[in-house]
């Protein structure tokens, strides 16, 4: 494990400032704020405790405006046999400059009535086109995609989104515009492709929420999982 | 293909190679001006992973490059004099085939050979299944893996064509480009974390002036480094079997883009992404070329020097 000051090009760097960027969706994500990793300036990495701790500038992009902003993270991937998920500290300077306020009451006042439930598939499709209605849904299963890329991150990981398979909206519940979403997750170091269904809310005072996630089996008539040699 | 060699029969001229696990042809363009003489190689393949569609459309563009500039631009028609081009435009036949069946294929990645053992899904990773190091790190066992490296190298019919023609040629060819997606980087060998390329420093030169010139096209930043360093260690790679034989020049190119769209491109990205790449292709054949055909005009140059200084200061002396 690579320890002290990170070479802001190699992947250790690399791969924590992604999951920063995780966490910064799961924070100010929406289905018009969806936000990735420009650059990795500086890093550092050290072990404490059982724990790894790395320390980040970064500039992270919010893609949908282009504005980007400067951001200090602070990374712990818990050590030892548990499976649980990395916590992280971000503040950032700029990045939310960009006014989404009119959009998303918009878009939430034309979802949340119960008279024309939306659903989509394919998001992007083959040719990496979909329809312009589609794209806050697309947003949406990114920032959703997030909480779980977030949690099953650590340092032999990348996650990215590959595609929403496909969405269905439920009945509004306590004012939350609800999903069905089914996603694909790319896992780059396995080179993977992972499936989730995850349960999700969105409503602009609240932001994302992901009440519920289940893993999808890979294939039916695939064997034991992978098991990669390191 | 077939176009290409309709509309340039003195340039172009295919060449099948091999076969697929499906029977399928395995072509290649070869592009140059014809001589007599044996000339220098450059090659390059796309499509080894079947959903790297940007991959083959970059094939396809550089090949249509060069044949429209050849004749106006003096150094690709120089490079096409000294040089022949080999093109692969898709390796991975079968895979890339699968891969446009419909929307659940599209992720598809190896080769479309049946499991063994016992083991019921398909495919190995053909880049895994190189005879450089082969098995050693970066791979899985497990034929439903991403990353199975097969049974043995060079169990796939795929590996052994790329591996029976770089074998052939190898004394020839002064650069070997494979060419991928996702990630917008420039890899240089080896995939192992433990072995260096002799010449790691001429190859990240290189591969920071190509980057350097892919930046001036469209902006975009392209990391340049071994595998080990900026991605992931891997073994059995047709980028390092190239170096292990002895091709000086052997880079990956991970095309657009970072994660956003991933494998799924949309389409007002292609060209762009296929013009940056070209520079940066061309940033790194142009040195390869010139490292070859002016040294030796350079070593040419002094050696006359020396025998006319020489022949003047004897005739010198003798007055």
Redesign the interface.
């Known amino acids: 494990m690579t320890t002290g000051v990170l070479n802001p090009s190699h992947y250790p760097a690399r791969r924590a400032a992604t999951v920063v960027q995780h966490y910064l969706n799961t924070r100010y994500g929406s289905p018009y704020r969806w936000i990735f990793l420009s650059k990795v300036h500086s890093g550092s990495a050290e072990d404490v405790a059982e724990m790894r701790k790395y320390q980040l500038e970064l500039t992270m992009q919010e893609t949908i405006s282009n504005v980007s902003g400067q951001c200090s993270a602070e990374l712990l991937f818990p050590g030892g046999e548990g499976q649980s998920a990395p916590q992280v500290q971000a503040s950032c300077e700029g990045l939310l400059q960009s006014n989404t306020t009119a959009q998303e009451e918009a878009f939430y006042q034309q979802h949340r009535a119960s008279n024309n439930m939306v659903s989509g598939t394919d998001i992007p499709d083959s040719y990496g086109h979909m329809e312009p209605n589609m794209k806050p849904f697309w947003h949406l299963g990114g920032v959703a995609s997030s909480f779980i890329m977030l949690r099953e991150s650590n340092e032999s990981t990348l996650y990215n989104m590959a595609q929403v398979a496909n969405f269905t909206q439920l009945e509004t519940e306590k004012d939350q515009l609800r999903f069905n979403y089914h996603v694909l997750l790319h896992e780059m170091i396995s080179q993977e492709i992972i499936h989730w269904k995850l349960l999700v809310t969105w409503s602009p005072e609240q932001g994302v929420k992901v009440l519920q996630s289940e893993l999808q089996p890979k294939c039916h008539d695939c064997e034991a999982p992978p098991n990669t040699t390191n | 293909m077939e176009q290409m060699k309709r509309e340039n029969p003195d340039v172009v001229s295919s060449m099948v190679y091999g076969q697929t696990y499906e029977r399928r042809n395995i072509t290649l363009l070869k592009i140059g001006l014809s001589s007599t003489g044996r000339k220098k190689a450059i090659w390059m393949d796309c499509g080894i992973h079947a959903r790297e569609w940007i991959a083959p459309a970059f094939c396809q563009y550089f090949v249509r490059e060069i044949l429209r500039t050849y004749k106006t631009d003096t150094k690709v028609n120089e490079m096409m004099k000294n040089l022949d081009f080999y093109i692969t435009p898709v390796l991975n036949v079968d895979g890339y085939i699968y891969s446009?069946h419909n929307?659940s294929t599209?992720?598809w990645?190896k080769s479309r050979s049946p499991g063994t053992g016992?083991?019921?899904?398909y495919g190995t990773?053909l880049n895994r299944n190189f005879y450089a190091n082969w098995g050693m790190?970066?791979?899985?066992?497990?034929c439903?893996?991403?990353?199975y490296c097969g049974t043995k190298a060079l169990s796939e019919s795929e590996a052994w064509a790329v591996t029976d023609m770089l074998g052939k040629m190898r004394e020839d060819i002064l650069a070997f480009l494979t060419i991928h997606s996702y990630?917008q980087l420039i890899l240089v060998p080896y995939g192992h974390p433990n072995i260096s390329a002799p010449n790691y420093d001429e190859l990240m030169e290189v591969g920071l002036g190509a980057a350097t010139a892919i930046k001036a096209v469209h902006g975009m930043?392209y990391?340049?480094?071994t595998s080990p360093?900026?991605?992931?260690?891997n073994s059995g790679s047709s980028r390092d079997f190239a170096r292990l034989i002895g091709i000086p020049l052997s880079f990956t190119f991970e095309l657009r883009d970072?994660?956003?769209?991933?494998?799924?491109?949309?389409?007002d990205?292609i060209q762009p992404t296929c013009e940056e790449a070209y520079a940066g292709a061309h940033h790194i054949i142009t040195y390869a070329h010139d490292k070859v055909f002016y040294s030796y005009a350079v070593t040419v140059t002094a050696t006359l020097w020396t025998t006319l200084l020489a022949a003047w200061v004897s005739s010198a002396i003798l007055l």
């Open positions: 446009w929307e599209r992720l990645r016992g083991c019921t899904c990773d790190v970066g791979v899985s066992t497990d439903c893996s991403q990353t990630g930043d990391t340049v480094g360093d900026v991605l992931y260690a970072k994660g956003k769209h991933g494998f799924e491109l949309p389409e990205q």
